[in-house]
């Protein structure tokens, strides 16, 4: 056990977190997530819910600043009428971890190519719909002590 660190974030979530260099992606899943969109590396997170699991994350892990959108989101689908109300939730964790980073949505299709290509993926509980989410990781960026 070890101080400070939220109890949400496991051994093999913090190792995986620690593996990632700069530009490398992770994909967090909402429960309906197809198998066939993960990448091969995957950590199963089941009864917690994404806006918890980026809260934590976040506390540790720099979006990539040399990119002009490090959040990707799953876009709706044409025509469906469902506004994905956990994306506000989404920006609010964001800003608050790191202000001013912008995020898009991109096709379903292309999310999950892009899913199938992240460094590793975290199969959550989330229920909301459209809640599935691609975070870029940055540069870690700590003080030069003399």
């Known amino acids: ?7 949400i974030l496991g051994p093999e979530l913090l190792k995986t977190l620690m593996e990632m260099g700069h530009g490398d992606e ?3 899943c ?19 819910g994404v806006p918890e699991l980026l809260d934590a994350i976040l ?3 720099p979006l990539d600043t040399y990119v002009d959108y490090p959040v990707i989101l799953m876009e709706v689908k044409a025509g469906d ?3 994905p109300e956990i994306w506000g939730a989404y920006r609010q964790i ?3 971890h790191q202000p001013g980073t ?12 892009r899913g199938t290509a992240a460094y590793a993926a975290l199969a959550t509980g989330e229920k909301a719909l459209y809640a599935n989410i691609i975070l870029k990781k940055g540069v870690v960026v700590e003080p030069v002590s003399t």
């Open 1 to 7: 056990m070890l101080k400070g660190i939220p109890k």
């Open 26 to 28: 992770l994909l967090l």
């Open 30 to 48: 909402d429960g309906n997530y197809p198998r066939l969109g993960h990448p091969g590396r995957l950590i199963r997170c089941d009864g917690r």
């Open 59 to 61: 506390r540790f892990m």
């Open 81 to 83: 009428p469902y506004v």
């Open 94 to 96: 964001i800003e608050t």
């Open 102 to 113: 912008r995020d898009c949505a991109i096709d379903r299709f292309e999310f999950y190519k």
